[in-house]
């Protein structure tokens, strides 16, 4: 059961323009039976148009850990 959230979305719209980021937790089962999570920071950038919102663009990065720290290469 793939599970999908952003417990610390963060939200701003101006006029037609709305942008969306925050850190990413998805949750899942692998094919070997193993549960795992996973972290990621994400930005989501929206446009009305016609009434309804769409997404023009995504930008998400890994890896992250659970505190919001983007890990650095070494």
Same mark, same amino acid.
């Given at each position: 059961?793939?599970?999908?959230?952003?417990?610390?979305?963060?939200?701003?719209?101006?006029?037609?323009? /709305?942008?969306?980021?925050?850190?990413?937790?998805?949750?899942? *089962?692998?094919?070997?039976?193993?549960?795992?999570?996973?972290?990621?920071?994400?930005?989501?950038?929206?446009?009305?148009?016609?009434?309804?919102?769409?997404?023009?663009?995504?930008?998400? /990065?890994?890896?992250?850990? *659970?505190?919001?720290? /983007?890990? *650095? /290469?070494?």
């Amino acid at each position: 059961e793939f599970r999908w959230d952003i417990p610390d979305l963060h939200l701003r719209i101006v006029g037609d323009i /709305a942008i969306g980021w925050g850190l990413h937790r998805s949750r899942d *089962t692998g094919p070997d039976g193993i549960r795992f999570e996973e972290w990621s920071r994400g930005t989501h950038v929206c446009e009305r148009r016609d009434g309804r919102w769409q997404m023009i663009h995504q930008h998400l /990065a890994y890896p992250i850990d *659970t505190d919001g720290h /983007a890990h *650095t /290469a070494r």
